[in-house]
């Protein structure tokens, strides 16, 4: 019921975890708007939606940050208003630090982050006006540990859970929560996508990746956690989660198991 008569955005959408929460939200009574680069493929989503004629679609790009607050007023203006924004959209790694060039490092960082902030800051005020609000971030299992061939993505998700802590403090007087949802391994396009040391696309899968969550499943226990309205949420494999509550108490221990992890 949390999402009945909700009008809900989110970032993201043409593919992967933004889709398949895309099609789920499109069953209840909400009304969506669903953002990407790419518009044939959110034009694709948007029909494959339940309801389509509730759903409209804003392009935009999370690396052009300085833009973002055209954005917000237009999607302001295609329903009156936004309840909840899903901060769902980005990009990941597969290359170690010492083979990534720094203006990759910055572009993960522009994206994954930068991008998330200036979205959310410019919507902030509609928020606080409304006395209401809910923003949700799909961060990352490295968003609370680094591992291998992932240096800049951790390092931006790591960056996403100390701004948005933040926030919630802040805003939490103004009735408006905020949700970090932190996946695991998902089965997406992720991969396929992941940027290595030269700035270019990885397009192979991960072999993890392919064996991750189903992306439906995902967005289920996603959009569970956003309607009890959780501050934190891991959703991943046992040894993921694991990984986050072991490395509170033994750290060292967990510094030597990522050492040994396959590099994947």
Not at 22 to 45: D, F, P
Not at 160 to 173: M, W
Not at 235 to 244: H, Q
Request: proline share 2%.
């Amino acid at each position: 019921m949390y999402f009945t008569n909700k009008i809900v955005w989110i970032t993201g959408a043409s593919s992967g975890i933004g889709k398949s929460l895309a099609l789920e939200l499109s069953q209840k009574n909400v009304k969506l708007i669903i953002s990407a680069r790419n518009n044939e493929a959110l034009i694709e989503v948007k029909n494959a939606c339940k309801h389509p004629e509730n759903i409209k679609i804003l392009t935009l790009d999370l690396e052009d940050y300085t833009n973002l607050s055209i954005k917000v007023e237009k999607a302001l203006q295609l329903f009156g208003t936004i309840d909840i924004l899903i901060n769902n959209g980005g990009v990941s790694q597969r290359s170690f630090a010492i083979d990534t060039l720094i203006s990759v490092d910055k572009r993960i960082m522009d994206i994954n982050y930068l991008g998330t902030v200036a979205l959310s800051k410019a919507i902030l005020p509609h928020f606080i006006k409304n006395n209401k609000g809910h923003f949700v971030v799909t961060t990352s299992i490295v968003g609370k540990i680094g591992t291998p061939l992932r240096s800049s993505y951790a390092a931006s998700k790591h960056a996403l859970h100390g701004f948005f802590d933040s926030l919630r403090a802040e805003v939490y007087k103004h009735n408006i929560n905020v949700t970090l949802i932190c996946p695991g391994f998902v089965q997406t396009d992720i991969s396929l996508n992941a940027l290595i040391g030269n700035g270019t696309a990885q397009n192979s899968m991960d072999e993890a990746t392919k064996n991750g969550i189903p992306a439906t499943k995902f967005a289920h226990l996603f959009l569970k956690a956003v309607a009890k309205q959780q501050e934190e949420v891991y959703i991943a494999g046992f040894k993921e989660k694991l990984g986050v509550y072991a490395k509170r108490f033994y750290p060292k221990l967990v510094s030597l198991l990522i050492r040994k992890m396959a590099v994947t």
